[in-house]
């Protein structure tokens, strides 16, 4: 290659240039397919796009075993947070950034691109294994969408890996919280502001109230709470009657989670009560947590796998979802592992391109120790 990157980044480049946003897939899907049938690999798109309103299914390909040892499920997302300007990567000091002042996407096609390099060397090279499979999905970012709508009893695989926790490599999460999202709507009563104010209930002042008494930010080690969203009002000399907020909260432990929910509740239903509102309060569990011990499967064959690429395992829980709780709470063991991603979803995101390459040698590993039984 003329610029001298390795394989692995060239196709990395390929994948970040082409927005993705959520629902908005299909450019990078194609790109996947033909990838993979250049590899004389079928590839199989499910229904899931018409059934969670995104331009494509989940993507499954099935490499069928060659060799002794278990088979291994590997997933990651197709799509991104929204861009919000143009994606013009760029190679600087070996390091992959965007010079557009946007996202760059490394959130999740670093993932796909060293598993598809992987593949590639594993076709290439007639690597014995056990059963490979790899999955690509849509509407991650939005909540897991297209992993729930999978039909994970298509996967043959009992053991999985996602890569996609923004940390340096060798850093194997084993657990991710549960989520609960929660939506609070006021309805006051509207009244002119100027003439008659004394006639209006101010729906956005019980809505402030409340956001200002409910704990948020960083609650304890393994909780957090957040308010995101606020909307309300129609004009400036009017006593607004409605306003809404959107909330979450994460814990890593259910019933503490159960708790925190509650609290919440209670501070809303006080703060539109002494502000002489009403409030309608919806609560939707979001994502089940998870935990794993070390000595799980999944972990034993990924701590191999890092020692053998040069990697000590470093072990930490993890503040958000990704598509392994879906696969989790289903009874398969779906651990995620870091992969060199730095500030993802912001403007500096960026990864090495050194980087990208040892995901691959982890990537070969893992099917090496699954393959030795490790």
Do not use: W
């Amino acid at each position: 290659m003329g610029n001298g990157l390795p394989e692995v980044a060239e196709l990395f480049l390929e994948l970040v240039r082409v927005p993705s946003p959520s629902g908005e897939e299909r450019v990078v899907a194609d790109q996947v397919i033909e990838y993979l049938r250049a590899l004389a690999l079928p590839v199989d798109e499910d229904d899931a796009g018409g059934r969670i309103d995104s331009t494509i299914g989940n993507l499954l390909c099935r490499i069928a075993p060659n060799g002794e040892g278990a088979p291994l499920f590997f997933c990651a997302h197709l799509d991104t947070v929204p861009p919000e300007g143009p994606i013009e990567p760029v190679v600087e000091d070996g390091v992959v950034r965007n010079g557009g002042g946007t996202i760059l996407g490394a959130d999740n096609k670093a993932a796909v691109a060293a598993m598809l390099e992987a593949t590639r060397r594993i076709v290439a090279e007639n690597r014995p294994h056990g059963g490979i499979e790899l999955l690509f999905t849509p509407k991650e970012e939005v909540g897991l969408r297209g992993a729930e709508a999978f039909d994970h009893e298509r996967l043959h695989a009992r053991l999985g890996y996602v890569y996609d926790h923004a940390g340096p490599i060798g850093e194997v999460i084993l657990g991710a919280p549960y989520q609960v999202k929660l939506d609070a709507s006021f309805r006051g009563r509207a009244a002119h502001s100027g003439m008659y104010p004394e006639e209006g209930r101010s729906a956005i002042a019980a809505a402030a109230r409340a956001i200002a008494d409910l704990r948020l930010g960083r609650l304890d080690e393994e909780t957090t709470a957040n308010v995101g969203e606020i909307h309300g009002g129609t004009a400036r000399n009017i006593v607004p009657e409605r306003c809404s907020f959107a909330a979450e909260a994460r814990c890593h432990d259910e019933r503490k989670l159960g708790e925190l929910v509650q609290e919440m509740l209670e501070t809303i239903t006080f703060a539109a009560q002494v502000s002489d509102c009403d409030v309608e309060t919806a609560v939707d569990p979001s994502a089940r947590g998870y935990r794993f011990k070390r000595d799980d499967e999944a972990v034993r064959l990924a701590a191999a796998a890092l020692e053998r690429t040069g990697f000590q395992p470093t072990y930490g829980l993890s503040g958000g979802g990704a598509d392994a709780n879906v696969f989790n709470e289903r009874g398969l063991q779906c651990l995620n592992l870091a992969n060199g991603m730095t500030d993802i979803h912001t403007p500096d995101e960026r990864i090495a391109v050194a980087d990208l390459e040892r995901m691959v040698d982890v990537t070969l590993a893992l099917v090496e120790v699954a393959r030795d039984g490790t």
